[in-house]
């Protein structure tokens, strides 16, 4: 027999194009099934969740519909804010059409093999950064998620989780390094799901926003979800048992809505949302710190290292900025070229 043919880049893509538009022109005739005067007047309405064709949608009242999409709608997310139509009757498990998608405020993205960036989230308000010091304290991944907030446009809160467990000999060290952050203007909230050391303080921060929870394996995100904001585990759970699947297998972005108002916007590929790859002026402006020396180096072309006359190198010198956040900059464009 001979060797099985390995398609190239080019034909995974028209292949993966082709088969949208299958399923949209069949997903399409679906959404065709009623005619305009049997459906019901235009109304708001949430994404709660996208699979593929048809989506989750929240009335004003707090009931889910699933919904058909119009071809005329390109991009649909969880969070978007939505104008649909509620149809007379169930059929195929549809309950309406959605006719037209608002602007967005903000949206979450992430590379995809074949559309580039790809939206995954929209209309986030807030992405709290989870750190802890088991595993590690890191304040370069924290950089890196904050490059990540100021591109996207959304408020960055950064979570200190298990304070309990951090002992003398790096409390200097942790403290030291979230007083920087501080010192920027960013809001730290230092918490412990196991004593409950700040949970109150983290779950008022959720009140009336639309929020991602972000941060590496091992941080507690689950145990902070199900510390401050119960009623989304309890939700998340009961999702896990009717599927059948285990907690957190799907990708899926799902809203979870708060009983004091906003909501959760979760799923395990937003959770450990990274730094996508950026051109290098857009991490250099995700360093806020960095804004008021920007422009003023010696020579237009400044790669912030060992130029001479470099406005950000002087600054450190003279303790106008943090010699760790400089350092961090340069770790994250030097993993740009490895990647």
């Known amino acids: 027999m001979g060797q099985k043919r390995k398609l190239t880049k080019g034909q995974q893509r028209r292949m993966h194009a082709n088969q949208s538009k299958r399923l949209a022109k069949s997903e399409q005739s679906k959404s065709d099934q009623w005619s305009d005067d049997q459906l019901g007047p235009l109304q708001p309405g949430r994404v709660v969740s996208r699979f593929g ?7 004003n009242q707090g009931i889910t519909y699933r919904c058909n999409i119009r071809r005329a709608v390109k991009s649909l997310v969880t969070g978007d804010r939505v104008v649909w139509r509620k149809a007379p009757t169930q059929e195929q498990g549809m309950q309406g059409v959605v006719e037209a998608v608002e602007p967005r405020d903000s949206e979450l993205c992430r590379p995809d093999i074949y559309d580039g960036l790809k939206p995954v989230a929209a209309n986030v308000d807030q992405i709290f950064i989870v750190s802890s010091s ?17 591109d996207a446009g959304i408020q960055a809160i950064i979570v200190m989780n298990k304070v309990d467990l951090i002992d003398a000999t790096e409390a200097e060290h942790i403290n030291q390094r979230l ?32 929020s991602v929870l972000v941060g590496q394996s091992g941080v507690g995100k689950s145990s902070l979800i199900d510390k401050a904001l119960p009623e989304v585990s309890l939700v998340i759970g009961d999702i896990s048992t009717g599927s ?5 297998t799907t990708t899926v972005a799902r809203w979870y809505p708060l009983n004091e108002g906003g909501a959760l916007i979760d799923s395990p590929g937003i959770r450990e ?24 180096c010696k020579f237009r072309d400044c790669k912030h290292g060992n130029d001479p006359g470099c406005a950000l190198q002087q600054a450190v010198a003279e303790g106008k900025l943090d010699e760790g956040r400089l350092a961090n900059y340069h770790r994250i464009i030097d993993s740009l070229d490895k990647n």
């Open 134 to 150: 088991q595993p590690a304290f890191s304040d370069q991944i924290i950089d890196r998620y904050l490059v990540a907030c100021a």
């Open 53 to 59: 064709q048809h989506v989750d949608i929240l009335d």
């Open 179 to 210: 007083q920087v952050y501080v010192d920027m203007g960013y809001k730290v909230i230092r918490v412990s799901a196991v004593t409950g050391e700040g949970i109150e303080h983290l779950r008022d921060s959720f009140v009336g926003k639309v």
């Open 244 to 248: 059948g699947l285990g907690q957190h």
């Open 273 to 296: 949302f990274g730094l996508w790859h950026l051109a290098i002026e857009r991490i250099t402006l995700g360093f806020i710190d960095f804004h008021p020396f920007l422009g003023t």
